[in-house]
């Protein structure tokens, strides 16, 4: 599923990262604990968080992600959204539940990552 379908099916707004909405998302997560999520993170991921600062972003460029999914009408800090637009990556944000995305994500076929 690209970036893109996503914004679509979960009604999302695309803060940034809009040259970059044709990325693939290989698969899908959601957690809130950044350490947890830089050692389970996955190239091509789509993460559901409710986590706006800027450390979201460092992780998400680190681990090569598809996009951040900001749930709950979450909205960036204004750094974090200027971080994302230099990085060039797609923040999104919806009013679902990270769980509404996951189920959304899943149902599509985005797969949990793989465990290595």
């Not at 599923?1 to 999302?12: D, F, P, Y």
């Not at 707004?13 to 350490?35: F, M, P």
Request: charged share 20%; net charge negative; with cysteine.
């Amino acid at each position: 599923m690209k970036v893109r379908e996503l914004v679509e099916k979960i009604g999302a707004q695309a803060l940034s990262g809009e040259e970059n909405l044709d990325a693939e998302i290989t698969c899908g997560y959601s957690c809130d604990l950044l350490s947890w999520v830089l050692a389970h993170g996955k190239q091509g991921m789509g993460w559901c968080t409710v986590q706006s600062h800027v450390n979201v972003v460092a992780v998400a460029v680190l681990m090569e992600m598809a996009c951040v999914i900001l749930v709950e009408e979450v909205q960036p800090e204004e750094a974090t959204l200027a971080k994302a637009r230099e990085e060039g990556l797609p923040v999104l944000s919806t009013a679902k539940t990270a769980y509404e995305v996951c189920g959304i994500m899943n149902a599509v076929g985005v797969a949990f990552p793989a465990r290595e």
